[in-house]
């Protein structure tokens, strides 16, 4: 699906383009009208008693809200007949089809209180009728009509609060975006070190934005979307959008260096491009939680998230790949003098970077490093056990908004507490005595200040009751009067008693928020277990990252307590704060926050068990895994850090609130909780991390996540571009001859595999016949004649990048400068692991064995742990390459200067033992016998392949720069396996032996580097009976000896060189017979 996918972004790139476009062009048009169509407010469960209360309120009495304009004279006051004139002929000119009445100092008993204590300012309540601002354009056209010539007016209450922030909420989206855009790039090109490499991500989340606007509009049209989802669901968006085109952009590069373009698009698809998808399915997942709760702010976030999550996946496996097919190689233009190397080539000692220092040091001390994050995750947490959750009103509008200057004037005068008083609505026409006497019970609660009939329908007899109180809305005091309120017995008559007003919306928003919360998140941790449990094989590490959110969201909790509540910070963040922090915002921290973690956790424990797969043990992968994710999990935090404090500036404090919250939530989670806390955990799990019972593997099998699986699919398949689009590496395919034309085709045999590097049987490989060319070609650049058989000479290698010495022990009377028709056959001799190339002269009797021999025996350099093989260095090849030093450069010198005839044989010991089987399977034709003495010739094995990595860190080495990550990419180690490829050995003579001493298991797997009592013998043993049991299967001679009583140990291997010499001069045709000139 993801190669498709892949090729046909690169197929219809222009389309892509074209369609993509379009669709811009109608986001500006269309799109940006988005803030014309949401829905104020949203906070309340339709279901609630106090939402009844307001349904009722707008049924039986017509109730739209209630408009608060506040009007000064010029230089009037309210005594003067000219302001009252001017006043009444304002509210004359109110559409009536708007406005339903107004109550003001003119006509109101309660004169007074609408009138400022200078009588230079009067407050007009305007009432509306239901639904009189919804159309488009109706706020301003009402606010047009309260305009006067000898009036200032400005315009407070809920409607009005409610239209400011919708302005309000488009300013802050601009504002972010001018602060987000300039900083990303700036982080971008210190993360890329390229201009086109930092702007893609850039464009990627513009096309985000305004695809989250545009989806926001389209959905308007089926369902009310919430003001406040607008900033959420762009934040999300831009954010997301960036962070999978670091992934993609990243991976796109690395693919560079080991395919062309065309390939290089699809294999990024087919990797990074469903590790997204998966992240995208997590973060989907949990914002799909908030579609389970009645409230349509949250629903509406949630609907939105999901779909803005899902478009920003769209144009990540679309869009981007549609650019980078277009860009190619230029990608890396405009390359900046910083630009950081992508692939550090891994042959050399490095040194511990820092993430794997931080990460050896966690490992040491798991106790200690949990103990200390887990008390300061702890002291994090401890302010939001004082909570207190109030309701959005006009304060998180900032203090130059007028709407909350007129609002917060009204609510401070005397009619403060009849615009908060509790909304009694009384149904089913009782009598007016009872509800009378019901009213009066109402005004002796504790905590009320009174109580009044405010409304009658005489259509339907509900009467309408108010409660005013002298305390804060969201005090103690006010939320048990409605406790006592709701408690008191109904009115005789009365069919149903419904209680409103502010302080019971929030009392049943909290309870319908608490009845529904533990839904969710059941369903937010099962979608989350399964999609861990897919991508982890494991059953604990999926309850261990929900474990660790859990203690990151606590401390983010505590941090917007600390901050928004108790007004800390208050001045650096410029808002006021309230004292309460609204509860829904604290369920979009909590399920956004989850979802945008279990991405780091992905991140992480992604690159421990393939680790873990490849053979390490639990504490070394996930060092590993730290120290390889580090630097991933740091930047993809830090852009989503930028956005999300861009939007930390937002005038809006529930806004803001939501960016400090998340952006709090991010960095604890990347840093503390990720980099020691994770760790630190699983070191002290040990292996129970991957344990996985028996009855859930088949489930695994059928439902698991594999990127790694793809990701062989890829790099096994035949590659769509000409050779020249290739770039140029030391590395050369077997089957190639050195001028890179395909080579004859061979005479038999099954058909040639078409991927780089393999040959899968048959004869006639060119490799190395003399033909280096150019810049290929060693140079000789010293010669030391040791005696008159012995001579080392230095091969300055263009494939290693250095020169490395070679020891040529000839026949007696070898002269190679003397008569340049004479020639010599060739018997390479590798040495083993932790040896150099003087191993075979200074070990054995080889010397003496060869003096009765007519042949040049090559020992060349192999390296402590070169082991036999062009490296793989994650996919961009060159050096260290030791088969094409040793199979190419050192046999052009050996043909070229020391006249050696084509006609050549290899033998080896342990390491070099495999060398020497491996070299004559990868180049069919190319040696008429191999002997492999002691040599690992199984190293997929379990228990090969930890000796094989553990033999090369022992030296300081990278592992997984040989042959990449085992199951990654298991294409590399499938080709430098000679059990796979025991058909390249047709043809070729074979004396294959090992000794038998020696327990297997993983005991003597651990003790076997530099062991010579038998251990890595038994290993070698074993893998020996798996390769002749497969040339006994394909009908392929070869001499074996298993025998008793051997260790890894010269002395061993001495005693074999002498019983397959005879075979190995043999065919050389070398055996006590004169030269042939």
């Known amino acids: 699906m993801f190669d498709a996918l892949g090729r046909f972004a690169h197929r219809g790139r222009w389309a892509v383009l074209l369609l993509t476009v379009a669709f811009v062009a109608l986001s500006l048009s269309w799109g940006s009208g988005v803030f014309g169509e949401l829905a104020d407010g949203g906070f309340e469960d339709p279901d609630t008693e106090s939402s009844r209360a307001d349904s009722h309120a707008r049924d039986y009495f017509g109730d739209g809200g209630q408009l608060v304009v506040a009007v000064r004279g010029s230089d009037m006051t309210v005594d003067s007949p000219a302001y009252e004139r001017s006043v009444r002929a304002m509210l004359a000119d109110l559409p009536e089809e708007t406005v339903s009445g107004a109550v003001h100092h003119w006509n109101s008993p309660n004169r007074e209180g609408l009138v400022t204590e200078e009588g230079r300012i009067t407050y007009l309540l305007v009432s509306l009728r239901p639904g009189a601002l919804d159309e488009e354009g109706a706020y301003e056209e009402l606010r047009d009509a309260l305009e006067h010539p000898d009036l200032s007016v400005r315009l407070g209450g809920s409607p009005a609060v409610e239209h400011d922030l919708n302005t309000w909420t488009e300013r802050d989206l601009q504002r972010a975006e001018l602060i987000a855009m300039p900083a990303l ?51 999300l968006g831009l954010g997301l959008a960036i962070d999978y085109s670091l992934l993609m952009v990243t991976r796109y590069r690395e693919e560079l260096l080991r395919r062309g373009p ?33 409230q349509m702010f949250l629903r509406s ?14 144009t990540t496996l679309t869009l981007l790949p549609a650019l980078l097919a277009l860009l190619g190689r230029r990608v890396e233009s405009l390359s900046m003098p910083w630009r950081p190397r992508l692939i550090v080539p891994r042959h050399r000692r490095y040194r511990p970077g820092p993430w794997r220092k931080g990460a050896r040091l966690v490992m040491r001390h798991p106790g200690t490093a949990m103990l200390l994050v887990t008390l300061v995750l702890a002291l994090l947490t401890l302010p939001f056990f004082d909570a207190r959750f109030g309701t959005v009103d006009a304060r998180t509008l900032p203090s130059q908004a007028e709407s909350r200057q007129v609002t917060e004037e009204i609510e401070d005068g005397p009619l403060g507490d009849s615009i908060s008083a509790l909304d009694v609505i009384v149904t089913g026409a009782p009598p007016m005595d009872a509800v009378e006497s019901y009213a009066a019970r109402l005004a002796e609660l504790p905590g009320a200040t009174g109580a009044h009939i405010s409304d009658h329908s005489p259509d339907d007899g509900a009467v309408r009751i108010s409660v005013p109180h002298g305390g804060d809305s969201m005090a103690q005091e006010t939320r048990d009067l409605v406790s006592e309120v709701r408690a008191a017995s109904e009115p005789e008559g009365a069919t149903n008693v419904f209680v409103g007003g502010t302080t019971a919306a929030q009392i049943d928003l909290e309870q319908s928020l608490a009845d529904h919360l533990p839904g969710v998140m059941l369903a937010v941790v099962a979608v989350t277990l399964v999609l861990l449990f897919a991508a982890f ?89 730290v120290h390889r994710t580090g630097g991933v999990i740091t930047s993809a935090a830090l852009l989503m850090c930028v956005v999300l404090a861009a939007f930390s500036t937002a005038e809006i404090t529930i806004v803001k609130l939501l960016g400090v919250g998340l952006l709090v939530a991010i960095v604890i989670d990347a840093s503390l909780v990720r980099m020691v806390l994770v760790p630190a955990t699983m070191r002290m799990l040990g292996s129970l991390n991957w344990w996985l019972p028996r009855s859930l593997r088949a489930l695994h099998d059928r439902i698991g996540f594999n990127e790694e699986e793809r990701e062989t699919l890829v790099e096994d398949a035949p590659t769509t ?42 004869r006639g490989n060119t490799r190395g016949r003399g033909r280096l060319r150019g810049r290929d070609r060693p140079r000789v650049t010293g010669e030391e004649w040791l005696d008159e058989r012995t001579v080392d000479i230095t091969v300055d290698s263009p494939a290693m990048g250095e020169a490395l010495p070679v020891r040529l022990l000839g026949p007696p009377g070898w002269d190679p400068h003397a008569d340049p028709r004479r020639t010599w056959p060739v ?12 191993a075979w002269t200074r070990h054995t009797d080889v010397a003496d064995l060869s003096a009765r ?58 390491s070099g033992g495999y060398g020497a089987v491996i070299y004559a399977a990868r180049n069919p034709g190319t040696f008429t016998a191999a002997a492999s003495f002691s040599g690992l010739l199984a190293p997929r094995s379990h228990a090969g392949r930890e000796l094989l990595m553990a033999t090369l860190r022992s030296e300081g080495l990278d592992p997984y720069a040989l042959w990449g990550f085992p199951g990654v990419h298991e294409r590399v180690w499938r080709e430098h396996d000679p059990l796979r490829r025991v058909e390249g050995l047709r043809g070729t003579a074979l004396y294959l032996s090992s000794g038998t001493t020696g327990p297997p298991g993983d005991r003597a797997v651990r003790e076997a580097v530099g062991d010579t009592l038998g251990s890595s013998e038994a290993l070698c043993a074993a893998s020996l009976r798996s390769v002749a049991a497969e ?14 009583g051997g260790t890894h140990s010269w002395a061993s291997w001495e005693r074999e060189l002498h019983a397959s010499w005879p075979m190995l001069m043999g065919c050389l045709g070398a055996a006590a017979t004169p030269a042939r000139a």
Not at 554 to 577: H, M, R, Y
Not at 827 to 838: A, K
Not at 862 to 882: E, L
């Open 537 to 625: 094989g494991s059953v604990v590490l999926p309850l261990k990252a929900v474990l660790m959110a859990a203690l990151s969201l606590g401390a983010s909790f505590g941090a917007i307590v600390w901050v928004f509540q108790e007004g800390n910070l208050a001045g650096p963040l410029d808002f006021t704060p309230t004292g309460t922090v609204e509860p829904t915002m604290l369920v979009l921290v909590l399920v956004v926050s989850f979802g945008l973690s279990t991405d780091y956790e992905v991140f992480l424990l992604s690159r421990a068990r393939a680790e873990w797969l490849a053979g390490r043990d639990n504490t070394s992968a996930v060092t590993e895994g």
């Open 827 to 838: 018997l390479y001799l590798l040495h083993g692991e932790h040896e150099d190339y003087t």
């Open 262 to 294: 065309v390939d290089a698009v699809v294999a990024t698809v087919t990797t990074a491009g469903r590790t997204v998808a998966f992240s995208a399915l997590t973060v989907a997942g949990a914002l799909g939680g908030l579609l389970l709760f009645p």
């Open 185 to 235: 790039l700036v982080l971008l090109l210190a993360v890329f070190g390229s201009v086109f490499s930092a702007v893609l991500p850039l464009v990627l989340g513009m096309v985000s934005v305004l695809g989250s606007l545009t989806l926001l509009r389209a959905l308007t049209l089926v369902t009310d979307v919430s003001v406040f989802a607008v900033n959420m669901v762009t934040m």
């Open 853 to 910: 021999s007519r042949a040049v025996i090559a020992m060349p350099e192999g390296g402590r742990a070169g082991n036999y093989s062009d490296w793989y260095n994650y996919g961009r090849h060159g050096a260290p390459a030791w088969e094409t030093f040793h199979l190419e450069e050192v046999w052009w010198v050996l043909r070229t200067m020391y006249r050696a005839r084509d006609r050549r044989a290899v033998a080896g010991a342990s």
């Open 721 to 762: 571009e000409a050779p020249s689009q290739r770039p140029s590496t030391h590395h050369r395919p077997a089957g190639r001859n050195n001028r890179g034309t395909p080579a004859p085709p061979p005479p038999r045999g099954p058909r040639r595999d078409r991927s780089r590097g393999a040959v899968r049987s048959g």
């Open 301 to 314: 976030v949630g609907l939105g998230g999901v779909c803005v999550v899902l478009f920003a996946l769209f």
């Open 1031 to 1044: 040339l006994e299967r394909r009908g392929i001679p070869a001499t074996v000896n298993l025998y008793q």
